[in-house]
């Protein structure tokens, strides 16, 4: 397809997809009136369905006027990041060596087998024991809830590298080295990022109930303490903050995918196709 | 550029034999299973030879062996006098399937084995461009290969054979997994451009009319156990049209072929 047909197939589609937009729009806001209207009445129960005007008037009072939200969200997302990143760099490492010693592949497939069969959460308790009520326990078992995904899928990926691209690569006299970083790696990068992928997606989780079993301080204990007191307006808000910040995470992984594994999409495909094409362009003008 | 300048860096030498092959034999299974049972052959330099035959007569394994892909389980065989124990410079391998790597472009795909020799020039970027343009792809050099038919993905991956500067070329079925027609008109390419750079071309195929059509010599292999059942000389004058297919001293020489199989099978 030319640039100018997919301009003018982007132009018949964009009067339809606003009109999409304002549905979606229509739909929610009737949803959210039947809801108030519905609380108001007394036909829905105000202890499991705040007002939304509540649950809009608490984020005014957690984020603002209170300001406590702040503290407990940084700390969550301290210890997601920390764990997540921490826990697929040590999945994706331990794959890669792994993955290139033949002998460590048989004879740790068992314990990986047992490990992943055993519940992550149920070994939550055990790792808060070990490293107390503070955060350093929550990154542990964000770190175990990250590992797997990307272990599993990177070693994956450099198991089902193709015989004869190897071939083709050993023909050519590379080195370990040079078929590891050239093929294995580049190979295997649209399963590592499916594994990174994942492995984000349950961080948040795991952050959170690490919280719930033991901790002085989270998102996760203070979804607790408003429950507790039967604050429902401001457990939502702090649900609603989670989903949010869980929508942008699986964005922008989205994002970070496609920008990796361009060869995957075609329209990127094309993009860095015309990007490579002007670069040499370039280097051709400078050298003459 | 001229097409001297495309032509392989290699040593070869006029007298010697480009690959000598003397009781090369194949087992695998401890022995049980015989994929190659002695062969034996000398190909001189510049010479085409296909090797044809049905699966399973060692022909793929034998050019493995060629490649120094694989060890053999006996015999001997050298590459310009010296024994193979490797792969090796001189010798560069083209497969049934493209195996292009599907994050380069075309003609990065064609530095591939610069890149993994050494640091990549301008000079070698240039050979790569006329290389491209040699198998008529200089428009695609930009081109990802999953932008790329499959007779395009061949042609890349041709460019990045003769990118190797090999003076033995080992193509493994290169088209077999092309139509008819496509395939034809890659064969007729292929002949001339490896007629420009001067090669010694091993050129697996099943097909027995292509193995002729393209070939100086025809080894005839037969299987249980792979041998090297007979050579066949290709009398016919250079450059070669399709049309040579048609005459009847081409169908004398394809029933010669296809008796020496059937006399076996």
Redo the contacts between chains.
């Keep these: 397809m030319s640039e100018a047909d997919e301009r003018a197939l982007r132009g018949a589609v964009g009067p339809t997809s606003r009109r999409i937009m304002f549905n979606h729009l229509a739909i929610l806001m009737s949803l959210l009136t039947a809801w108030e209207v519905g609380v108001r009445t007394g036909t829905l129960d105000a202890l499991f369905f705040p007002l939304p005007t509540d649950i809009l008037a608490g984020f005014w009072r957690l984020y603002v006027v209170q300001g406590n939200v702040w503290s407990h969200l940084g700390l969550t997302m301290m210890e997601v990041s920390i764990g997540f990143l921490a826990g697929s760099a040590l999945g994706i490492g331990l794959a890669v060596v792994v993955g290139l010693v033949e002998p460590l592949r048989r004879y740790m497939k068992p314990y990986v087998i047992i490990t992943e069969a055993t519940p992550r959460i149920a070994i939550g308790p055990v790792i808060i024991a070990a490293f107390g009520f503070g955060w350093t326990s929550k990154v542990a078992i964000v770190m175990l809830v990250c590992f797997f995904a990307p272990f599993v899928n990177t070693l994956n990926g450099m198991v089902n590298v193709d015989d004869d691209e190897l071939d083709m690569m050993r023909s050519m006299r590379a080195s370990k080295l040079q078929i590891f970083r050239k093929l294995m790696i580049p190979d295997a990068m649209p399963e590592i990022m499916g594994g990174l992928r994942l492995a984000m997606a349950s961080a948040l989780g795991g952050a959170l109930v690490a919280e719930f079993i033991a901790a002085n301080a989270g998102m996760g204990v203070l979804i607790n303490q408003y429950t507790g007191v039967l604050n429902m307006a401001s457990a939502f808000v702090c649900v609603l903050t989670l989903t949010a910040i869980g929508f942008f995470i699986l964005r922008f992984m989205e994002a970070v995918d496609r920008w990796l594994v361009f060869w995957g999409d075609r329209a990127r495909t094309e993009a860095v196709s015309r990007r490579r094409a002007s670069a040499w362009a370039r280097r051709e003008e400078g050298r003459t | 550029m001229t097409v001297a300048e495309l032509r392989p860096t290699g040593t070869a030498s006029a007298d010697l034999p480009v690959i000598a092959a003397r009781g090369v034999t194949k087992t695998f299974g401890d022995g049980r299973v015989v994929a190659l049972e002695g062969a034996d052959f000398d190909v001189r330099p510049g010479e085409f030879i296909s090797l044809v035959g049905p699966s399973g007569c060692g022909k793929s394994t034998l050019l ?1 062996i060629v ?3 694989l060890g053999s389980s006996a015999g001997s065989l050298s590459v310009h006098g010296e024994k193979v124990t ?4 001189d ?3 083209m ?3 493209p ?1 292009l ?3 380069r ?1 075309a ?2 795909n064609v530095l ?2 610069t ?3 050494g640091r990549v020039t ?1 000079k070698d970027r240039r050979r790569a461009m006329d290389l491209l343009e040699l198998t008529g792809l200089k428009d695609f ?4 290969p ?2 790329l038919s499959g007779g395009m993905q061949q042609r890349v991956a041709l460019a990045r054979l003769l990118q ?1 500067g090999a003076d033995i070329l080992l193509l493994d079925e290169p088209f077999g997994a092309l139509d008819e027609f496509t395939r034809e008109h890659l064969n007729v390419e292929l002949m001339r451009i490896v007629g420009e750079v001067g090669a010694t071309t091993l050129f697996v195929t099943h097909n027995i009319g292509e193995a002729i059509f393209l070939a100086d010599r025809v080894f005839v292999m037969t299987p249980r156990p792979g041998r090297l059942a007979k050579i066949v000389d290709v009398p016919f004058a250079r450059p070669r049209s399709p049309e040579l297919q048609l005459t009847p001293d081409f169908n004398q020489l394809v029933a010669e072929v296809r008796t020496t199989l059937g006399a076996v099978a």
């Excluded at chain 2, 050099?141 to 990802?144: G, K, L, Q, T």
Aim: hydrophobic share 45%; glycine share 6%; net charge neutral.
């Design positions: 493995r490649a120094g892909l490797g792969p090796r410079h010798v560069a391998m497969f049934q399937k195996t790597l599907a994050w472009t003609i990065e591939l084995p890149e993994i020799a301008d050099a930009f081109s990802f999953s932008q190797t």
